[in-house]
């Protein structure tokens, strides 16, 4: 019992000694209270040691820093010029000073204290390493990396430097020192926030997506109430696509900080891959009320429009993007698309050329460029692109899905087929893209059920595909099942109100049911939404110089559409053919024949086709214009 009790009395005394003794000294407790983020009770103590030695520099110093981290900037810039005023050789106080006034970001002011502090003591190695960080702000890189050199030799285990140098290497681009550096600083202090962000992003950057995901959860837990530690969890969650999550993360920084432009920026881009296209605007044009040359915010409303088919707007906010920055890729690829659809192919040619400079490797650019090829009647360039797509050996399930790509665009639909149909048996959430490359491929070879089937299967899995109902109503209109494809135009344009296309098609089914009124009106509608394609003014052209109504015929009016037709398309064969029908409607039966012959020496006709333009060759030989009247 005695032994139990000394040992229990023993224990007592241990337990005693261990219990922590607050500091006496206010310094100290302001201090704890700093490492502690507890920036109220740093205030409480180091005014404490104001009080008690009010000419001591150092104590203001103390104070300020805390105040700063509280977020009481004006106090915090009153006892740095207090410190200052007791002592103006001091290079601490100007240090600080600096930092205070950088948190408002007025950079020239705060490189002049911290030079200030640095000239005092040339040796004051987080003065250089503060510089070196406004100096990156500035893009003054050079000046930047002295900087940052001379902190780290006057320092070498100085983990906030080694964050600094790489976080310059990161927007320099130089991601490999970037990674060193970043890694270096913490190894030296892991409960620093600062490095996990730009590191986060290169593993994004290189697609190391769950180390990204990793250092983006560290930073959100060490620095919660840092708007930009969510901004870069968003950015971690969209390289693997999960935009609803990024979007959460997005929100949550809007509410630590709803004056950030690149927090709305992120939210349009997460709108944006979620095809909410009308808030990807909303949110980008925030962001541009908050900063007016924000190039990335242009680029994806610019996106955004395109999506919706508002083509000039569209073009008007791609340039601004490229404007501001030359090498923004997507905004090219975006703007040369917008070109495309307005069948303007040197113009598409030249920024999609432009993108490939950017960036070699980009497929879609390159398809784009093969694309826009084919319709400049560039065959041999078009082709070469398009092998040089197919050249690759697929790894994943997504480069198989975009050989196929290449393969349909090259006329190779036998291998599209077995690539797409590889790529969605990889990963079913491909299905419904690669479905939509098999039905069009089939469709070119003439398999028409195989596409229907194909089409059908890609409805089933995404009802919202614009693109999908498009094909099923081509694919019926070959069919002749010409009600049913009217009700695929019906969907489409539910789907897609503002784009013209589906109205196009629209227009085109119609008049196979012998509403020809009907088809007009579509295309007079489709001309006041902006429709100023070639297929605008060739499926005009042809319902005009072909309709089985007298009433709706006019040749002079087809002759004038089909004359712009040409000149946006002249290499485009299906033009041909109407061409060759609007001149039979003139009377001009030796230019229609001319025109349908060469439209018959495409090699790529499907026997269906080539059977009705030997039919439509036959009239204008006879000298009669073609009528196509309704199921035709």
């Known amino acids: 019992m005695a032994t139990s009790a000394v040992l229990l009395l023993f224990s007592s005394v241990l337990t005693l000694a261990a219990e922590p003794t607050p500091p006496e000294n206010p310094t100290e407790r302001g201090d704890a ?22 000419q001591k520099a150092g104590n203001y110093l103390d104070r300020a820093a805390a105040q700063d981290a509280a977020g009481d900037i004006e106090k915090a810039l009153a006892d740095a010029n207090k410190a200052i005023e007791l002592d103006p050789k001091n290079s601490l106080a100007y240090d600080v000073r600096g930092w205070v006034k950088y948190t408002k970001r007025p950079n020239a ?4 204290d911290l030079t200030k502090a640095i000239e005092l003591n040339p040796k004051n190695a987080r003065a250089l390493n503060r510089r070196a960080r406004v100096f990156t702000d500035e893009n003054r890189y050079k000046e930047a990396l002295a900087d940052v050199e001379k902190a780290i030799g006057l320092a070498e285990d100085y983990a906030d430097a080694y964050t600094t140098r ?14 060193v550096d970043l890694s270096t600083a913490i190894g030296f202090d892991p409960q620093q926030p600062r490095p996990y962000g ?12 769950k180390r990204a995901l990793e250092d983006a959860e560290q930073l959100v837990r060490l620095d919660p109430k840092n708007y930009y530690a969510f901004l870069v969890r968003a950015y971690a969650q969209d390289g693997v696509n999960k935009f609803d999550a990024a979007l959460a993360d997005a929100e949550e920084a809007r509410k630590i900080n709803d004056k950030a432009a ?9 709108f944006f891959y979620l095809k909410k296209y009308d808030e990807a605007i909303a949110e980008a044009t925030n962001a541009i009320r908050l900063q007016e040359r924000f190039s990335e915010a242009y680029q994806t409303r610019g996106n955004a429009l395109l999506a919706k088919s508002q083509l000039d707007p569209a073009i008007a906010d791609l340039s601004l993007a490229i404007r501001l920055n030359q090498r923004d890729l997507q905004a090219l690829i975006g703007r040369g698309s917008a070109y495309y659809q307005l069948s303007q192919f040197a113009r598409a040619l030249a920024d999609f050329d432009a993108a490939l400079k ?48 290449a393969y349909e665009g090259d006329g190779q639909f036998d291998a599209a087929i077995a690539d797409a149909s590889k790529a969605m048996a990889l990963d079913e959430k491909l299905a419904p893209a690669s479905l939509l490359i098999m039905a069009s491929a089939k469709l070119k070879k003439g398999d028409l059920n195989g596409a229907l089937a194909d089409v059908d299967k890609a409805i089933a899995l995404d009802a919202k595909n614009t693109t999908a109902f498009q094909i099923r109503a081509g694919v019926k209109h070959r069919l002749k099942r010409f009600d049913e494809a009217v009700q695929d135009c019906q969907k489409a344009m539910e789907l897609a109100p503002t784009d013209p296309m589906p109205r196009l098609n629209y227009a085109y089914a119609l008049s196979r049911i012998g509403d020809y009124a009907g088809a007009k009106r579509e295309l007079e509608e489709a001309e006041r939404m902006g429709s100023r394609s070639a297929w605008f003014y060739n499926n005009l052209a042809w319902l005009l110089s072909t309709a089985d109504d007298d009433k709706i015929r006019d040749g002079a009016k087809a002759a004038e559409a089909i004359k712009e037709a040409i000149e946006l398309m002249p290499n485009e064969g299906r033009i041909w053919d109407t061409q060759a029908a609007v001149c039979a409607e003139q009377g001009q039966f030796d230019e229609a024949v001319k025109w349908e012959k060469r439209y018959l020496g495409l090699k790529l006709l499907t026997s269906e086709q080539r059977k009705d333009a030997q039919r439509r060759l036959e009239f204008y030989q006879k000298r009669q214009p073609y009528r196509q009247g309704p199921g035709e």
């Not at 790489?166 to 990674?179: D, E, H, W």
């Not at 690149?262 to 997460?270: G, I, M, P, R, T």
Request: net charge positive.
């Open 262 to 270: 690149d927090v709305y920026a992120e939210k349009a881009f997460c």
């Open 358 to 405: 950017v960036d070699p490797a980009s497929f879609e650019a390159r398809l784009r460029r093969a694309d826009t090829y084919k319709q400049l009647g560039q065959l041999d360039k078009a082709s070469a692109d398009f092998k040089q797509l197919a050249s690759s050996k697929p790894e994943r399930p997504d480069a198989f899905f975009r050989r196929a790509l």
């Open 109 to 112: 002011e705060t490189i002049a």
């Open 166 to 179: 790489g976080r310059l290497f990161y927007v320099q681009g130089t991601y490999r020192k970037a990674i």
């Open 198 to 209: 730009p590191r986060s992003r290169i593993w994004s950057i290189w697609k190391e997506h």
């Open 33 to 54: 209270a700093m490492n502690a983020s507890k920036w109220d009770e740093a205030v409480k103590a180091y005014t404490e040691a104001i009080e008690r030695e009010p």
